[in-house]
């Protein structure tokens, strides 16, 4: 009965084993996903930087102040929970 027992437990020792390498490896496969999403969202941050400062050089020499800009594409609240335009509000 004891050799059963023995076995039984080596047999579940062998299972769990296995079940903790395959989640090693997930984690390790979820980790390199996830520094993979990051250089991607970082790469995109640069760049939406480096658009953004094209912009406001384009805007500062076609003689156009920045805040213009910024206050005509921004959105202003009328109070009631609704929101216009800058543009929407001029007219």
Do not use: C, W
């Amino acid at each position: 009965m004891m050799i059963v027992i023995m076995l039984g437990q080596g047999l579940l020792g062998k299972q769990q084993e296995i079940q903790v390498n395959e989640q090693y490896t997930t984690t390790l496969k979820t980790y390199h996903d996830i520094e993979e999403v990051m250089k991607h969202l970082a790469a995109q941050d640069e760049e939406i930087l480096r658009q953004t400062h094209m912009i406001m050089h384009l805007l500062q020499v076609a003689g156009i102040p920045s805040e213009q800009f910024i206050t005509s594409s921004a959105q202003i609240g009328d109070g009631n929970g609704q929101s216009t335009t800058a543009k929407e509000t001029q007219l």
